[in-house]
């Protein structure tokens, strides 16, 4: 198995490169003060550092229930199980089930495509269309996979968000065939204007849905969660326990303690969403100036502005680029077509934004 | 897969219950202060936050190499890969090897065992005799197997320790039949009299060596690491990016910061390797004391006191003590006989050593 692309660049990444490549939230806007007052607080209790639940802290799973509840999701906290981000979410699930096939969007997530192929699933790769995964290929898939994993929300890399009536199709869909939806959230909250129900919440004993702090509050701290019914949320815990025990409890602590807080992280979400607009915004302003060829429509949230430069090698395009210190990942890495790439806004500066836009139509002028 | 009984008990524990069930160090000898005060020097810098490399801190992976370096086991920091636990290290390289079978002690770990049953790995069980591991019946085992996986330092759950000769003969085995050694290493700085070296560092290109801060400094942590050669480092880190990217950065930054500052985490294993001691010896009076008929000798380090009650069924015996408010761990869980008890006595009070105790003998004599 191969290493991937894009944390291969990350951990090449040094002074003056800018990068578009990684799906890192801007580091401005972590809440290190308030998250250092909740590391004093949980680190007045040796419990702290004990061994813990392999299901999670139970303050932090009333919390992440609460939360679904007021989004309209009833939801108990034996129905959380904390993860290690979601990637082990995803990884916890597929042991669980012992899944052999997946329905999947293409393109998608590389973290996931990467964990399927690892586990031996073959992943069924269906187009989207402009309100989501098409209907047509995705109820033919599902008849056979009886499985979907899916990111409805801003996902990775298109950035497109489904529609409410694609929400509603595919949940029946999967509600008529008797399937399983695995959801992948991690951009929900991170949307510009509005938030639209996940379409588990319509099929709440027959889906996962994957949450995770890591790009609402702070990745480092490796921190996400499944919900799921009682029943398939005990199936994953004799799996998890064996993996790795449990999730590192000075993190959950502290983001227990952290949404305690009135208000805090609700207030946080709002900061993330106006300034990721605005970087979005300036972002595509950049393209359109600098690299009029590329072609995209503006996302309505989460992390990446994807699109399509007609005719060109991406993949060859970032080689050229890396010695000019500007890095992004082909959409190629994802099953993109080879001319479509993924920029990530969140992480650079504005000036970054402009700056490396510029490099790349440069490098692009020179070929 | 059934969930374990171990993790069971441990999440019922409450007031006034007496537990010598799970692996827990002493929460009175985590170093509290210290750890707040690396915590709020690491989370001064937002790269603390965000996301980390898969290989782990480098600082963190140099100190561990430079303790293997003093420990005469040559390491450079690209020969650590640090991990959620070494429960979570096992499972990658279980993975990352496609392991099918392996020759294991009996008894042994029951995380590693379960481990084994959920990937479908034949464990070939070997008992143990005073010196280790049966020679002649592990070379007949690894001559099939080619992999093992050992826990050389007071093994869990016997305390048992490999003489000097049988280490040097097991490594004689694997190097000879160009196989490779999984050592379970958490107890192995617990001593209560001397070192001893590794296994793998006579066969240091083919093993894995699995070390951990749960034992020695912080459970809750969740931080492990694996010592192997460069090139089986780097085929570990595809599967653990798959698995869940890297360990939680504040942990590992809280770690690095502590092992900087000096001789403080040498003087904490000082402490804990004089007051475990002390435990030891307060459970074996309260054991000789009030159930003289129970069978052990006493561990040269680690958290255990194992044994026997010739006779009596260990299973039921703990049914029958939780209504009494004490617990422990049936040997039988751990693929020992049915009349043995594994005694965990770092975690519980020198007064409930010996309270516990006589409870258990209360509850036998009343049987």
């Given at each position: 198995m191969q290493r991937s692309f894009i944390r291969e660049i990350l951990e090449h990444i040094g002074e003056g490169v800018i990068s578009f490549a990684g799906g890192l939230p801007d580091d401005?806007?972590?809440p290190l003060r308030e998250l250092k007052e909740t590391a004093i607080v949980a680190l007045e209790d040796p419990g702290t550092l004990q061994y813990g639940s392999s299901q999670g802290d139970l303050a932090l799973r009333k919390a992440i229930a609460g939360a679904y509840t007021r989004r309209g999701v009833p939801t108990r906290s034996e129905e959380i199980l904390i993860t290690s981000g979601s990637q082990q979410a995803l990884d916890i699930i597929c042991r669980a089930l012992s899944l052999q096939s997946v329905s999947v969007e293409t393109p998608s997530y590389l973290g996931a495509l990467r964990l399927f192929e690892m586990l031996n699933i073959s992943a069924d790769k269906i187009e989207l269309d402009d309100e989501g995964i098409a209907k047509e290929g995705f109820e033919q898939s599902f008849t056979y996979t009886k499985t979907a994993y899916l990111i409805p929300d801003f996902q990775n890399p298109s950035s497109l968000r489904y529609s409410r009536s694609r929400r509603k199709q595919i949940a029946q869909i999967i509600q008529e065939q008797k399937g399983i939806l695995i959801e992948d959230a991690p951009y929900s909250e991170l949307y510009f204007h509005r938030f639209l129900p996940p379409i588990s919440g319509m099929i709440p004993n027959q889906s996962y849905h994957l949450g995770s702090f890591?790009?609402?509050?702070?990745?480092?701290?490796r921190i996400g969660w499944i919900r799921a019914s009682r029943e398939r949320i005990d199936t994953l815990l004799a799996v998890r326990e064996a993996m790795d025990?449990?999730?590192?409890t000075l993190a959950q602590k502290m983001i227990a303690l952290w949404l305690e807080r009135p208000d805090a992280h609700w207030k946080h979400l709002e900061l993330l969403r106006h300034n990721y607009r605005a970087k979005m915004l300036r972002m595509a302003e950049a393209l359109e100036r600098y690299l009029p060829a590329f072609r995209f429509s503006r996302p309505g949230g989460g992390m990446f502005l994807y699109g399509t430069l007609p005719g060109v090698d991406t993949r060859a395009l970032v080689r050229a680029c890396i010695p000019h210190g500007v890095l992004f990942v082909p959409g190629a890495e994802f099953?993109?077509?080879?001319d479509t790439i993924r920029f990530n806004y969140?992480?650079?500066s504005p000036e970054e934004i402009d700056e490396g836009i510029r490099r790349i139509a440069e490098v692009l002028g020179k070929r």
């Open positions: 401005a806007f972590f890591s790009k609402s509050l702070a990745p480092g701290l025990l449990h999730s590192n099953g993109g077509d080879p969140t992480h650079p």
